[in-house]
């Protein structure tokens, strides 16, 4: 099946500092991809959706100033938690969807931590 | 708008054990119904499908059928096997795979 990586798979950082985290669909062209946040013993939320080349759509109450998203390319997105601060510490999980069916393939996660 | 509810775990049964995990969910219209698994240290995987009422998705012997008139979509397994220790992951759509709302996850135990 699709294979979707993350990266880093977890990540410390102080508050205050910026944290980029790689979405890559390794075997597939991904046109559109999803990132969700996930607390502790809570559901998925899905944070945004981007397409290829175009600016990224953001649910309601997303901050797009401070999570940036770039999809530049067919087969990587990047999230970019800015000025990060304590309660940006969750799980981030991106997902990847190509052209050719609709099904979402899922990275394994980032585990983000912001001292 | 749409949610999903499943029910809280950790569910630990004993190998061969029967298995269900209920699900219930609100939506507008006719929405298609997921179950996803995530196995320790790896993505979500989509487990099954349905994509209308009294439609039964099935795979690796799991099985959910949608049932419209009570709005839900329980998971069932009749042996379960340490194997299949994991979180699953009720969700559900109401456009094709566009937007997915997910349950808050059930964590399975199974010990042999």
């Known amino acids: 099946g699709a294979v979707v990586s993350q990266h880093p798979s977890w990540v410390i950082c102080k508050s205050g500092t910026s944290v980029k985290i790689e979405c890559r669909s390794l075997?597939?062209?991904?046109?559109?991809m999803f990132w969700y946040r996930q607390f502790p013993k809570q559901s998925l939320m899905l944070m945004a959706t981007?397409?290829?080349?175009?600016?990224?759509?953001?649910e309601q109450g997303v901050e797009k100033d401070k999570f940036l998203i770039n999809h530049a390319s067919l087969t990587l997105s990047t999230l970019t938690v800015t000025s990060a601060h304590p309660e940006d510490s969750s799980f981030y999980i991106c997902?990847?969807?190509?052209?050719?069916?609709?099904?979402?393939?899922f990275g394994p996660g980032t585990r983000l931590t912001v001292l | 708008g749409n949610s999903v509810t499943q029910m809280e775990g950790p569910v630990t049964l004993s190998e061969e054990a029967f298995l269900t995990i209920n699900c219930t969910y609100t939506?507008?219209?006719?929405?298609?119904l997921f179950w996803y698994v995530q196995y320790p240290g790896e993505g979500l995987q989509l487990l099954l499908k349905?994509?209308?009422?009294?439609d039964k998705g099935s795979n690796k012997g799991f099985e959910a059928t949608y049932r419209k008139e009570t709005t839900s979509f329980h998971l069932e397994k009749g042996s379960v096997q340490v194997s299949d220790s994991a979180v699953y992951f009720c969700?559900?759509?109401?456009?094709?795979?566009?937007?997915?709302?997910f349950g808050k996850g059930t964590m399975l135990l199974v010990s042999p």
């Open positions: 997902s990847a969807r190509g052209d050719y069916n609709n099904e979402q393939f």
């Open positions: 075997d597939f062209q991904a046109t559109t």
């Open positions: 981007s397409n290829e080349g175009s600016k990224a759509t953001y």
């Open positions: 939506a507008t219209g006719y929405p298609s």
């Open positions: 349905a994509t209308k009422a009294d």
């Open positions: 969700a559900l759509s109401d456009r094709g795979y566009s937007t997915l709302t």
